[in-house]
């Protein structure tokens, strides 16, 4: 169903590995043939998720890394050089939900870990990834934005100014750097089948059913449709594609 890649001899960096899109996506990037780093915070769902892709012949390292530290950041992309020797591929996707508040009553401390994952994380990410990709002359990166970096919701703020601020980033840092051969571009999901959203389901934040019809699609993504997304940017298909926050949303913002 999904075109085929061939990264053979490629390096990716995931963040946020461990689960949803980015262990689907780091998967996608195995199998199309690259050595691929999977990063988290998440040390037991990464050991797993690494076993489990060695175990099937791919080439894998696994490092913890919270994103919102720019020290880890810094020494995951190193050793990730340090062991494969370049850096090709990355996609930044750790982030984290926050609950349904009242703008008025959100506490600072959760706008501040949730800009700092989902925001601060990508600025880091990307900006140590390009430090590499810059002395390589060439990459690919991806942030991983959302429907909330498109559009407003109530009781979502911090979630949606994070997710916006990463199509800033995206935009500005792939003006910078197309001219240098790195691509930057960003994905905007809508709503997926992951433990995100399933944690959302059981706390009552969001309503399964309500959530499929929200979508023109009339039902919820899955991990693998973001993960052919991510690898088709990430490809010489997407060559001429520079700077978009591209939805992959089943139409939720073309309303
Ligand atoms: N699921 C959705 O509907 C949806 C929609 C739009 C955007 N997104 C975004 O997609 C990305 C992936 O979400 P998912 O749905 O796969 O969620 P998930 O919870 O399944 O996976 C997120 C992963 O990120 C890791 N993580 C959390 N904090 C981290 C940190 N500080 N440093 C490194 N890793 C960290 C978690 O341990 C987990 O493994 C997130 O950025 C999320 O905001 C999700």
Redesign the pocket.
């Known amino acids: 169903m999904n075109p085929t890649y061939d990264f053979t001899g490629q390096v990716a960096f995931v963040?946020?590995a461990?689960?949803?899109?980015?262990l689907a996506t780091a998967t996608a990037f195995a199998r199309a043939g690259a050595a691929v780093t999977l990063?988290?915070?998440?040390d037991d769902?990464l050991a797993t998720a690494g076993a489990g892709l060695r175990a099937a012949g791919h080439q894998v390292l696994t490092v913890h890394?919270?994103?919102?530290d720019e020290d880890q950041v810094a020494a995951a992309v190193s050793e990730t050089v340090a062991t494969f020797g370049r850096l090709d591929l990355a996609y930044n996707?750790?982030?984290?939900?926050s609950p349904t508040v009242d703008a008025a009553d959100e506490p600072g401390a959760v706008f501040d870990r949730v800009t700092g994952?989902?925001l601060r994380?990508v600025w880091a990410c990307m900006k140590h990834e390009l430090a590499q990709m810059r002395e390589q002359g060439s990459g690919a990166i991806v942030n991983?934005s959302?429907?909330?970096g498109l559009v407003g919701l109530p009781g979502r703020a911090a979630y949606h100014g994070a997710?916006h601020g990463v199509i800033g980033l995206t935009r500005s840092a792939a003006l910078e750097y197309a001219p240098r051969g790195i691509r930057i571009n960003a994905i905007c999901?809508?709503?997926?089948e992951?433990?995100?959203?399933t944690a959302m389901f059981d706390s009552g934040d969001l309503d399964p059913a309500q959530a499929a019809a929200d979508e023109p699609i009339g039902r919820l993504g899955t991990?693998e449709e973001m993960a052919a997304a991510v690898l088709w940017l990430c490809s010489p298909g997407a060559s001429y594609v520079v700077g978009v926050a591209l939805p992959v949303d089943g139409g939720y913002t073309a309303r």
Not at 18 to 22: F, H, I, Q
Not at 189 to 192: F, K, Q, R, V, Y
Not at 194 to 197: A, C, E, L, N, Q
């Open positions: 963040t946020g461990a689960s949803g899109m980015g990063t988290d915070v998440d769902a890394c919270d994103v919102s996707n750790a982030g984290i939900q994952i989902n994380g991983c959302s429907l909330g997710k999901p809508g709503t997926i992951t433990p995100m959203v991990a």
